[in-house]
């Protein structure tokens, strides 16, 4: 695919860092959160409330959990709470009744939320349904903490030209990418010689093929390391987070996909290694806990207090790596695969996992089912006919659709190892 290069602020020669007006002139910096009730938007309000001082909360947005979202609303002040679900509209007006937040709801109302000016925004809605509200984030420019790694996995060229464009202050908030970020500080693009990054395996490491056949959503939902969303959690113990995160890196860093590895680090002490051309090796190493890496967003370009575990090498003792298993993994391969082809693959891939992590969290296919799906999709003669590029923001949305529908039609074909 055609990589659009849009410069990190941490770059060499990158965009000069305007300073936010209120930030720059002592006061809060004007904050927004799109996802605000999932497990990122909780770990960055718990930030934000440790400094009120520092930051000002203008909108909350979520889904559907009106009651969480209201009492996150009403302690942090939030000028506007919005839900995407309209059912879930009158729930949110009750229990903001006689404050000075108002309410809003439906799908317009989330995007008009993300298109008011702040200075930061974090985007942290789960899955492609982040894109068309985080886009208009970017639109309005401003710094943006990117958690929503599918926004770059299904739409990365259109994304990074729109950041380009808007000249916004794009901040990884993945932890290997938020450590790839502070690794790769004023590097040039040609003294790089790989970006390593670490995976802990998830739950299933040392799971031999016929045990990850009969893994329940239950055990893959139990995270050794990490406490984070169920998609995301799913996606850890496929491991096709990890290869959505090298696409999300092929996009954010200027390196090739031949550049890019993936180790397993069972500990998740060392997020991500940059290789130089000089043999010289930089890594960012921290406790698992997303409070720091966001904190990192949050502050930036300074560093504020994250209440996280302290990282004690003695105690420690060992750091371990061994190489991905891409037989008993086979998501990682499919998605370096779907990388290489261009950005419809990768539209689709992204698409047909977010049905098939969907369809086994609810039981209806098996584990080794959900790689399965994908690779069906990305096989489907309707999807190998189509251009590998996608020029607009419709051909994304049609191409996640068609991903979609193919890969709902396929759950069908996967009762026998389902359904338990
Ligand atoms: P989560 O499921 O805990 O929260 C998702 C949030 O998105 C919730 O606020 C939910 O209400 C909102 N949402 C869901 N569907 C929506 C829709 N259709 N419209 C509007 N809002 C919707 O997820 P999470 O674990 O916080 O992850 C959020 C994003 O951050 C994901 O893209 C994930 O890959 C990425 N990420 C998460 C972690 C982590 O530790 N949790 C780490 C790295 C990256
Ligand atoms: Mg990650």
């Given at each position: 695919?055609?990589?659009?290069?849009?410069?990190?602020?941490?770059?060499?020669?990158?965009?000069?860092?305007?300073?936010?007006?209120?930030?720059?002139?002592?006061?809060?910096?004007?904050?927004?959160?799109?996802?605000?009730t999932?497990?990122?938007?909780?770990?960055?309000?718990?930030?934000?409330?440790?400094?009120?001082?520092?930051?000002?909360?203008?909108a909350?947005?979520?889904?559907?959990?009106?009651?969480?979202?209201?009492?996150?609303?009403?302690?942090?002040?939030?000028?506007?709470?919005?839900?995407?679900?309209?059912?879930?509209?009158?729930?949110?007006k009750?229990?903001?009744?006689?404050?000075?937040?108002?309410?809003?709801?439906?799908?317009?109302?989330v995007?008009?939320?993300?298109?008011?000016?702040?200075?930061?925004?974090?985007?942290?809605?789960?899955?492609?349904?982040?894109?068309v509200?985080?886009?208009?984030?970017?639109?309005?420019?401003?710094?943006?903490?990117?958690?929503?790694?599918?926004?770059?996995?299904?739409?990365?060229?259109?994304?990074?030209?729109?950041?380009?464009?808007?000249?916004?202050?794009?901040?990884?908030?993945?932890?290997?990418?938020?450590?790839?970020?502070?690794?790769?500080?004023?590097?040039?693009?040609?003294?790089?010689?790989?970006?390593?990054?670490?995976?802990?395996?998830?739950?299933?490491?040392?799971?031999?093929?016929?045990?990850?056949?009969q893994?329940?959503p239950?055990q893959?939902?139990?995270?050794p390391?990490?406490?984070?969303?169920?998609?995301?959690?799913?996606?850890?113990?496929?491991?096709?987070?990890?290869?959505?995160?090298?696409?999300?890196?092929?996009?954010?860093?200027?390196?090739?996909?031949?550049?890019?590895?993936?180790?397993?680090?069972?500990?998740?002490?060392?997020?991500?290694?940059?290789?130089?051309?000089?043999?010289?090796?930089?890594?960012?190493?921290?406790?698992?806990?997303?409070?720091?890496?966001?904190?990192?967003?949050?502050?930036?370009?300074?560093?504020?207090a994250?209440?996280?575990?302290?990282?004690?090498?003695?105690?420690?003792?060992?750091?371990?790596?061994?190489?991905?298993d891409?037989?008993?993994?086979?998501?990682?391969a499919?998605?370096?695969?779907?990388?290489?082809?261009?950005?419809?693959a990768?539209?689709?891939?992204?698409?047909?996992?977010?049905?098939?992590?969907?369809?086994?969290?609810?039981q209806?296919?098996?584990?080794?089912?959900?790689?399965?799906?994908?690779?069906?999709?990305?096989?489907?003669?309707?999807?190998?006919?189509?251009?590998?590029?996608?020029?607009?923001?419709?051909?994304?949305?049609?191409?996640?659709?068609?991903?979609?529908?193919?890969?709902?039609?396929?759950?069908?074909?996967?009762?026998?190892?389902?359904?338990?």
């Amino acid at each position: 695919m055609v990589k659009q290069e849009h410069q990190l602020s941490n770059q060499a020669g990158g965009m000069k860092r305007e300073p936010t007006p209120s930030g720059s002139a002592g006061l809060p910096r004007t904050v927004t959160i799109l996802g605000a009730t999932g497990s990122i938007g909780r770990s960055t309000l718990d930030l934000i409330g440790r400094e009120p001082e520092r930051y000002r909360v203008v909108a909350l947005t979520a889904n559907g959990n009106a009651g969480q979202l209201a009492e996150l609303a009403l302690q942090h002040r939030a000028e506007l709470a919005v839900v995407a679900d309209p059912a879930a509209y009158a729930e949110l007006k009750a229990a903001l009744a006689g404050s000075a937040t108002k309410a809003a709801a439906g799908e317009a109302a989330v995007r008009e939320a993300a298109g008011v000016r702040v200075d930061w925004t974090m985007a942290a809605i789960v899955g492609a349904a982040g894109l068309v509200p985080t886009l208009e984030a970017v639109r309005r420019g401003g710094r943006l903490a990117l958690a929503n790694k599918e926004c770059l996995v299904a739409a990365g060229d259109l994304f990074m030209r729109a950041c380009a464009q808007s000249r916004v202050e794009l901040l990884p908030v993945d932890s290997e990418h938020s450590a790839a970020f502070q690794a790769l500080a004023g590097a040039a693009p040609e003294a790089i010689e790989s970006i390593t990054l670490t995976a802990s395996g998830g739950p299933f490491r040392s799971w031999s093929l016929a045990e990850l056949g009969q893994a329940t959503p239950e055990q893959a939902l139990r995270h050794p390391n990490w406490s984070m969303g169920a998609k995301i959690t799913i996606d850890s113990a496929t491991m096709m987070n990890k290869g959505l995160e090298l696409i999300e890196a092929y996009h954010l860093f200027p390196v090739t996909p031949d550049q890019l590895r993936v180790v397993v680090h069972p500990q998740s002490i060392v997020h991500c290694l940059v290789a130089y051309r000089d043999g010289s090796v930089l890594a960012q190493l921290s406790e698992p806990d997303m409070r720091t890496p966001i904190a990192l967003s949050l502050a930036w370009p300074g560093r504020m207090a994250a209440p996280t575990r302290r990282l004690d090498l003695v105690a420690l003792g060992s750091l371990t790596f061994e190489a991905p298993d891409e037989v008993r993994f086979r998501s990682l391969a499919v998605a370096r695969a779907a990388l290489e082809a261009g950005s419809t693959a990768c539209a689709l891939l992204n698409a047909a996992n977010e049905i098939a992590v969907g369809a086994f969290l609810q039981q209806r296919i098996g584990f080794l089912d959900i790689v399965g799906v994908v690779e069906a999709v990305l096989g489907d003669g309707e999807c190998t006919r189509l251009p590998q590029s996608q020029a607009s923001i419709e051909d994304v949305l049609a191409t996640d659709a068609l991903g979609r529908r193919l890969a709902d039609a396929r759950l069908r074909h996967c009762g026998a190892s389902g359904k338990r």
